[in-house]
């Protein structure tokens, strides 16, 4: 009765991996480089490249639920040929392995095909998904907490916390990716086939961010509106590929426009409990 997992060394990866081992369940974790200390009773890891469906689908065989997710490259070339790829994958090894259920990792906006920059990927994986024609949970989670801590490692710093979101106090549905990946393992464990769109406990702004952290480091901090046209070259500074680095600042240009919004309609609601102080507060 094993649970196969993949992205098992990541945010929402990880947390997936322990809810379902602290279970009692055997564990399968995928990912393309197993860390050196994860030796673990139940835990069979497995390095695995994604784009080799082949592989994917000896390392799905025999699941009783699989975990999925479009682990797209920051470095790809091109982020949506890629993209494209690592769907067409994981959807062929889900069905040439006959995989009973899975949960898949998507996002909120991803019900849409356009105009939510580098979201748009996780609409074609859904749409690979489908094709599968196998029961599945679909998580669709809103912005996630976790975009405002290397914010806030600059911001320890300098003083300055680098703003993304736009005006400063626009209050935008959030969620830890811990929260995700505890969803996701639940879901794992009891299969409940449909679409969830899952947010944290409040929304939270580039301001509330800024505020919690002075309140952490005990002094001023303040949130610094990076330009629109210069989120692309900040995330190349970063260390990202240009074809990421434009998909992201796409992005964001849909958050600060009329926004992306949840489909809301044929969906359920599930709300995380972890609030962006903790997250912030544990990262600093």
């Known amino acids: 009765m094993t649970i196969t997992i993949m992205g098992a060394s990541g945010r929402v990866g990880g947390t997936v ?49 699989v975990f999925v997710m479009n682990p797209v490259a920051p470095d790809a070339e091109n982020v949506d040929e890629q993209a494209g790829q690592l769907s067409a994958s994981v959807a062929g090894a889900l069905r040439a392995a006959e995989v009973p259920y899975a949960v898949a990792l998507s996002s909120q906006g991803a019900h849409l095909p356009i105009g939510t920059g580098i979201v748009g990927t996780l609409h074609g994986f859904e749409t690979a998904l489908r094709s ?27 003083g300055q916390m680098p703003a993304l979101l736009a005006p400063l106090d626009r209050a935008v549905e959030t969620v830890s990716a811990r929260d995700v990946g505890a969803a996701a393992g639940r879901l794992l464990l009891s299969p409940q086939p449909g679409i969830y769109e899952i947010t944290g406990p409040q929304r ?56 992306i919004p949840f489909a809301g309609q044929g969906t359920q609601r599930l709300r995380g409990e972890r609030r962006l102080e903790t997250v912030l507060t544990d990262a600093t």
């Open 17 to 65: 991996l322990e809810t379902v081992a602290q279970a009692g369940r055997q564990v399968r974790a995928l990912c393309r480089n197993p860390p050196a200390d994860a030796a673990r009773d139940g835990v069979e890891w497995r390095a695995v490249d994604a784009l080799d469906s082949a592989a994917l689908t000896a390392a799905f065989a025999g699941s009783t639920a």
């Open 204 to 259: 939270y702004s580039e301001s509330d961010a800024a505020g919690i952290l002075s309140r952490h480091l005990g002094r001023q901090i303040t949130a610094k509106p990076l330009p629109g046209e210069d989120v692309a070259e900040f995330h190349r500074q970063a260390g990202f590929g240009a074809s990421f680095s434009a998909g992201i600042a796409a992005m964001y240009a849909a958050l600060n426009g009329d926004g």
């Open 132 to 158: 599968a024609m196998i029961k599945m949970a679909i998580l669709r989670p809103a912005y996630f907490m976790e975009s405002w801590v290397p914010m806030a490692m600059i911001a320890a710093e300098s």
